[in-house]
Structure formats: C-alpha cells, structure tokens
C-alpha cells in the first residue's frame, strides 16, 4: 500500500519575520486574501484571530454591517503589514484568574 505524508509548507512570515508553517489555503477571496496566504503563517493567522475577537467584542461590531467588515479589514491589513495594530484605546486585557493553591 501506498503511504501518504502530509507535506508541510512553510512560509516567511512578515508578522512574525521568521519561516514558519504556511495556511492550508487563503484565509478568503480577494487580493488581501491571497497577500495573507503568501506572507502570513499559520500562527500569525492565529494571532489574528484573537486579536479580531477582541475587536469585534470591545466595539460591538456587528458582522452583518458592510461597515464593520471594512473595518476589520482595515485592521487585519494594519495588523499584518503596518507597524502593527493597536489595542483598542480604552481596552485593559481581562484580570488573569487568581491560582489555586
């Protein structure tokens, strides 16, 4: 029988400025998407999805509002390639929970 391995592609990551494993396929259509895929690891890409939940939470955003996407996409595009995003103002990360003893 033959055998099949996973071939792992790997990616320089201008988020993270090191080789890293790559997506398995462009995060959406379009031409920022396929930026991301060439540019972007997999790990990077983790990182903006934390950070886009942090968003979409502070700011309420409502993903059904074309507004609010273009925003996200502003922000996705700063994150990856600008000097990199800001945290929200106002935002303070959540307390840590206390340790058990």
């Known amino acids: 029988m033959a055998r ?12 993270l400025n090191r080789e890293l494993e790559a997506m398995p396929r462009r995060p959406f259509p379009g031409q920022l998407g396929e930026r991301i895929y060439n540019e972007i690891s997999a790990q990077g890409w983790e990182m903006w999805q934390q950070q886009s939940t ?3 939470n502070h700011y309420g955003l409502n993903l059904a509002d074309p507004r609010a996407n273009d925003f996200l996409m502003e922000q996705m595009d700063e994150f990856f390639f600008g000097a990199g995003a800001q945290m929200p103002e106002d935002w303070t990360p959540p307390a840590a929970a206390p340790r058990k003893k």
């Open 4 to 15: 099949y391995e996973k071939t792992i592609t790997v990616v320089h990551c201008a988020k």
């Open 54 to 56: 942090i968003l979409i």
